[in-house]
């Protein structure tokens, strides 16, 4: 089985987020960068894959090659070769067509993502993918077994879950459930060792038109401070919510 | 042209979030000088439509559709924008939304842009505001396409009536294949879920252990509110994982979200900071929570909670 995880190069959940040139451009400055941690749930049961099922597995990013060390860290958990596609990702539709084009040339039975990257949250890359090349797609997936070419998947709905069936290939956008958070790995000094020789491939941009375009950013506006309530004045709180905040 | 919603439908009711977005679909149509037309599947109640602006209501039967298939819905709702030379096509954020909006997309050959919350600021170029960086921040979208797709982000425009006398067309899409297969659904029934709900009551480490859970579901039951909680609690067992809001998590954009013996980790904040009031109860003056809540309360859990449920039990009989 042949796997593609698709890793998303993003901001440390803690960064400051700021923003520079008049607010038009993520101010990247101090900034430490993470694989997706959605991603990371993919990747992790990719891994799984590769050492109970014997299957390969490729990681991919669209990025400048500051996005670099985001995949060798991907190889460093246990992959084994990447691909950077030389674009910047400013569009998920974008990145997805170029993404589509990793797929057809690599030939991948499965293409595992997270379900929504955490800096731009789109959500939106997986489900484009599976529809440019009409390949089986379930979002956020909370358990995936394969058997031969048949996929046993689950997914979260709203207040519940469902179980659904597939065969391969297929594309997942996964979260956790998909494995849990304990089984998230850090990259050990030998696999570090062994990344720096793995192959990583750099592809040119397929050159997608970009279909949305982000004009500006604005930050959180200041919050006003939290009005505290005595313990044993809970009629205020009440009267707070009801006549002020008007929620109950 | 014309505006085209998805309303999604549960056993031909539909879901608020589908009622929002016909809402929105209604004051984007008017920017744009058009109509607005709704699509629903397996749904008769259309008056319910008009009520909050549907000019024409576009209804599919058909009992293949009964359980939920990303790529049929998608190809239908195409098809619906084809037919009915759709400018901006508007999806809701539920789990399904989710799922098939950016295949929409992708079938129309059209720019998508989700977490959306609020109506256009420009029609042209074709402007929205969205949620980006877990809530930290929004970002202004043009989206570059003829049509547009957008996903509305939950309880960020309400409902707004606007009542007109719309009319109901019968629509019989082709119905593409699919091998991807529903075997089973395990819904909790009877709860309130946490992704419809108006109200959130949370629990974190503070509350100790899962016994002390009973005054966490009686409160969330006086408010007619789901039950969540924070990372922590799931991890260690107390709590089931579907009850996990937070950037892993759910995520929470209630009304009003009450968080008990919960620090605030930023994780957890990312996750529900789009709630519209947070409240916070907690022992530790402090805990970040504070900072990020509007309403707050230093004191110990197993005092506050139980004469809070008794509080609002007598103001929810006075208020009725």
Redesign the interface.
Known sequence: MKILVCISHV?D??SK?N?SDNNTKFDSNGVQFVIN??DEFALTRAMWFKEKQGATVTVATVGNASTEPTLRKALAIGADDAIRVNAEAL???TV?KELAEVVKNGGYDLVLAGKES????????P??L???LDF?????CIGLEIEGDKA?IS?????????????LPLIIAG???LVE??DLRIPNMRGIMMARQKPLTIVESSNGN???????????PA??A??????DN??E??S???NE?K?? | MSVLVFAESSEGKYKKTALEVTSYGKKVAEQLGTNLVVLTINSSEATMLYTYGAEKVLTVTNDKLNVFN??LV?NIVKQAAEKESAQVVIIDS???G??????V???LN??????VIALPSETSPF?V?R???????????????NIKVIALAKNSFGLVENKVSGTTEEFSPVLVE???????????SG?V????A??VVSGGRGLKGPENWGMIEELANV?GAATACS?PVS?LGWRP??E?VG???KPVSS??YIAIGISGA??HL?GV?SS??K??INTDPEAPF???????????AF??VP??IE??TE?KAN?A
């Not at chain 2, 949620?131 to 396409?145: G, P």
């Open positions: 901001p959940t803690t987020i923003f941690p959605y569009d998920g539709f997805a955490i800096d731009y949250n789109g959500g939106m890359v489900a484009m599976a529809a440019l089986n797609f379930v979002n956020a046993t997914r979260e709905i709203d207040g519940g879950k469902e179980m659904l069936e597939a065969n979260q956790k459930g958070e304990k970009t279909t949305t375009s982000i004009v500006s950013f604005e930050k959180q919050k006003s939290c009005k505290l309530v005595a313990a809970l009629d709180l009440i707070l919510l009801h905040a929620v109950i | 990303a790529k998608a539920n789990a399904n989710l799922y098939f909006a950016p295949m997309a992708a079938n059209a720019g998508y842009a989700s977490n402007t505001k949620k980006t960086f877990s809530n930290k921040a929004f970002n202004n979208t043009q989206i570059l396409t699919s091998n991807l297969v529903s075997a089973s659904i395990e819904q909790t709860k879920t946490i992704a419809d108006d109200i408010l990372k991890d994982h579907g996990h950037q892993t998590g009304n009003l930023i994780q990312a900071n519209k009031v409240v916070v504070f900072k990020a809540a509007d309403y707050g309360i230093v004191g110990d005092d506050v004469k809070l509080k609002l103001f208020n």
